[in-house]
């Protein structure tokens, strides 16, 4: 029976999500209710939007993630290293440990499948982009050593890396090994924060 009486902490959260994942992937996002995932999880439906309070965060849960990096980008840099620059050390991290928010995780496949057969993850995605987009803009308008015009550089910067990791997601669905993907996914990069340089970051 669903454990109704408590809401639950972190594994709590981490059972929902595991269960929830394993579920879309295996019939696809559209095909799962919440309720199923509640019965899977024995927790009742009040508390898995207690955790996630859209269904379409059961399966797209980094944004937090990705806001956080971004943030730090901004607020963490080293010294004498500018907001640009510290952006570009935090995607080529990603790259270079090919963590999930670069699309290049080892089960980024059936991840970016499901998404791709979803509108309601498709739409997400795009809202999330907006979000991370105006999280940004604020980081880099409170930075007193941004010189640049913060609303430009977070759109142009979101919408380059979207743009990187769309064409990564296409090449590996069609099959391309990991590796040239990898290396193409780090070309893209250095073609994005090469005209985020010269065209909307002097000063900066």
Do not use: C, W
């Amino acid at each position: 029976m669903p454990r109704t009486g408590a809401r639950g902490g972190p594994r709590t959260r981490a059972r929902i999500l595991a269960v929830a994942n394993r579920l879309f992937l295996e019939r696809g996002y559209e095909a799962v209710t919440v309720a199923e995932i509640a019965r899977a999880a024995e927790v009742s439906s009040v508390t898995v939007f207690h955790h996630f309070p859209r269904k379409e965060d059961l399966f797209m849960d980094r944004a937090a993630d990705a806001a956080d990096l971004l943030r730090s980008a901004v607020r963490d840099r080293r010294p004498g290293v500018d907001a640009l620059a510290s952006l570009r050390e935090t995607s080529f991290r990603l790259l270079d440990t090919r963590h999930p928010l670069s699309g290049l995780a080892e089960r980024s496949v059936p991840f970016l499948r499901t998404v791709a057969g979803s509108p309601a993850l498709i739409a997400r995605a795009r809202g999330i982009g907006s979000e991370l987009q105006a999280t940004l803009a604020g980081e880099l308008e409170h930075d007193p050593d941004f010189a640049g015009e913060p609303a430009l550089l977070a759109a142009f910067f979101v919408a380059g890396y979207t743009v990187v990791l769309v064409e990564t997601a296409r090449r590996l669905l069609a099959g391309e090994p990991a590796g040239t993907v990898q290396a193409s996914h780090g070309e893209g990069l250095e073609r994005l924060f090469t005209a985020l340089r010269d065209g909307v970051a002097a000063g900066s």
